[in-house]
């Protein structure tokens, strides 16, 4: 069973990224599955989360506009395409599976993916 994050790296501001979240030996299908960062000497945070029951998806106020969550069943993966990257974007990032999420409340995270690190700087 591993979640692994990826499609990390270095872009300029005002640039994009998408990044990945694949399960190998489980099923996302019957988890909400949210995306979380950490920035050096910050505090992990919920970014953004899709729901397993309607695909409902939320975001924080940082990524409200910029940031898509998506998931693609039969890949079995859940994506997170990030536009106008900001040097405050810059962090590691998780995926996590959830029992469920409600605006920018994650509860029940069972499994968690290695980060990718996401660097924006000119």
């Known amino acids: 069973v591993q979640l692994q994050a990826s499609g990390g790296g270095l872009v300029q501001p005002g640039g994009s990224l998408r990044l990945s979240c694949t399960a190998s030996?489980?099923?996302?299908?019957?988890?909400?599955i949210g995306w979380f960062r950490q920035a050096p000497g910050k505090e992990r945070e919920g970014v953004s989360c899709?729901?397993?029951?309607?695909?409902?998806?939320y975001y924080a106020d940082s990524a409200k506009g910029r940031f898509t969550i998506s998931r693609d069943n039969a890949k079995n993966t859940v994506y997170l395409q990030m536009n106008s990257l900001k040097p405050e974007d810059t962090a590691v990032y998780y995926c996590a599976t959830l029992e469920g999420c409600s605006g920018t409340y994650y509860y029940g995270m069972e499994y968690w993916g290695k980060g990718t690190l996401v660097t924006v700087s000119s």
């Open positions: 030996g489980f099923s996302l299908d019957y988890y909400a």
């Open positions: 899709i729901r397993r029951s309607d695909g409902k998806t």
